[in-house]
């Protein structure tokens, strides 16, 4: 069984607070990050290791987005996100 058969996904925007390196502003940006929730029960064609990896999966979401553009206007340049966590446990 694939991972997406454990989990249904759904998308999220949440805000945070990052400062750009080159103009040293700080300012609040929407991250896209990717929530995974464990389904309720298995599917019928699982089998005992599958039933195992279900019981010890988790909720978790992704960062779906590494860069953002700074939203001072004389600045506009690229922001790598590397403050953030790329995969957080729920």
Request: glycine residues 2%; contains cysteine; aromatic residues 8%.
């Amino acid at each position: 069984m694939q991972e997406r058969d454990y989990f249904s996904e759904k998308d999220e925007t949440k805000v945070h607070a990052l400062q750009c390196p080159s103009c040293r502003q700080s300012n609040d940006y929407k991250i896209r990050w990717r929530v995974r929730r464990k389904k309720k029960s298995l599917p019928r064609n699982a089998g005992e290791d599958d039933r195992m990896r279900f019981k010890a999966a988790r909720d978790y979401m992704v960062r779906v987005d590494d860069v953002v553009q700074c939203s001072t206007p004389r600045c506009g340049r690229r922001i790598e996100i590397t403050a953030l966590q790329s995969v957080v446990f729920l």
